[in-house]
């Protein structure tokens, strides 16, 4: 079975960012995502999962939108 990490994001606005993250976290490998009240919910499988690639990404992600 595999193992998945899950990323949860709090984001404003909601729209259009909601998909235009999920957009962005499909190019990092995330292949599955669930639509919360305040952001989205992303997955990954753990052996996918470049931590220092995604916090380059969230460096970057915190400037444009309220992550």
């Known amino acids: 079975m595999t193992e998945y990490t899950e990323l949860t994001l709090a984001i404003r606005p909601l729209e259009p960012w909601r998909d235009v993250l999920c957009a962005e976290l499909g190019d990092l490998g995330f292949d599955s995502f669930e639509d919360t009240e305040d952001g989205v919910k992303a997955y990954i499988p753990t052996v ?5 690639m995604m916090m380059a ?3 970057t992600t915190r400037s444009e939108v309220s992550v």
């Open 57 to 59: 990404w969230l460096n």
């Open 48 to 52: 996918k999962l470049d931590k220092a």
